[in-house]
């Protein structure tokens, strides 16, 4: 298992649980976008630059991915890739994506964009607070408990 980060819009603070938990469980993090990142120095943690580019880094993850890893973007689309070749995709918030809802959230997501391109001000998402921080660590720690391969 190794979790991939699709690091160009992810939270410094949701980075920096991933850190840590990189280093207590010993599970490679991967970051990958299309900027330079700084990463702390460790043999569970490293960065891919991707070229710039519409989908670039996406489509990076999902060739690097294999069933079981688990991805954790906010990209829908990415999304919906990461659940069609196996692997789990949580968002920043601490949701994750499911082969059940993704079709749903795939559509609003149209919508919205198509409500955008119409120049309807659809606002954006909430601030990220304290709480979608803390149900990310607890999102990750219980699908870390239930999906880490046991030690031989």
């Known amino acids: ?8 819009a992810c939270p410094a ?3 920096d649980i991933l850190y ?10 991967t970051l990958v976008a299309n900027q330079l990142l700084r990463v702390p120095g460790s043999k569970f943690i490293r960065s891919v630059q991707v ?3 519409a989908d670039v880094a996406d489509a990076e993850i999902v060739e690097r991915l294999a ?4 991805v954790v973007t906010g990209d829908i689309p990415l999304a919906a890739l990461v659940l069609e070749k196996g692997g789990f995709a949580l968002n920043p918030r601490g949701d994750f994506y499911t082969k059940d809802t993704i079709a749903q959230q795939l559509t609003m997501r149209a919508f919205m964009e198509e409500l955008r391109s119409g120049g309807v001000d659809t606002g954006g998402p909430a601030a990220f607070s304290q709480s979608d921080r803390q149900q ?7 699908h870390l408990a239930r999906h880490r391969p046991k030690a031989s």
């Open 67 to 70: 069933p079981g890893d688990l």
């Open 20 to 29: 840590r938990v990189a280093e207590r469980t010993q599970i490679q993090v």
């Open 13 to 15: 603070v949701i980075k």
């Open 136 to 142: 990310f660590a607890n999102s990750l720690d219980r």
């Open 51 to 53: 070229p710039s580019g």
């Open 1 to 8: 298992m190794q979790i991939w980060v699709d690091a160009d």
